[in-house]
């Protein structure tokens, strides 16, 4: 037993020593694009309001974003994958995969790659897909550090 409480403090020490590393490390900042503008695609038959409403709501964030930096120039590709609408108990619950290229302006070359998915919750199925569209954009403008535009 006394060999328990003496190695306790050397033991509590090093726990301590290795969790204030973690606390001082800083995280890479995420690289920043230029993003000239975008284009909203998809496959299979998506409500044309979810398309039109993700397309505007990222092309007025793109044009009320201003860069002061120079960065390197892209458009993005948006494609929505699926949606999936009145899932769920209450049927409220909407779900979009979305998957984003950023090819560069100066030479095609995809140079960034973002998927992610959205869920949205709409007690209201005519105003399910404009906001399904808006927490797409959201994401979009989260991820390309883009200005809240106006659509």
Do not use: H
């Not at 964030?61 to 390197?72: K, L």
């Not at 108990?89 to 140079?111: H, L």
């Amino acid at each position: 037993m006394s060999w328990v409480k003496s190695c306790f403090l050397p033991v509590a020490l090093v726990c301590i020593a290795l969790a204030s590393c973690s606390i001082f490390a800083k995280e890479q900042p995420a690289p920043v694009y230029d993003v000239r503008s975008a284009v909203v695609v998809s496959a299979q038959k998506i409500p044309p309001a979810i398309l039109a409403g993700v397309g505007d709501r990222v092309n007025a964030a793109i044009n009320a974003t201003v860069r002061t930096d120079v960065y390197p120039r892209v458009v993005l590709t948006i494609r929505i994958l699926f949606v999936e609408k009145g899932q769920g108990f209450d049927k409220s619950r909407n779900v979009a995969k979305v998957s984003v290229d950023a090819a560069s302006v100066d030479d095609g070359s995809v140079i960034a790659v973002s998927a992610f998915e959205v869920t949205s919750f709409s007690s209201s199925p005519t105003a399910a897909d404009e906001i399904l569209a808006e927490d797409i954009a959201a994401r979009i403008r989260s991820a390309f550090s883009l200005s809240a535009g106006r659509a």
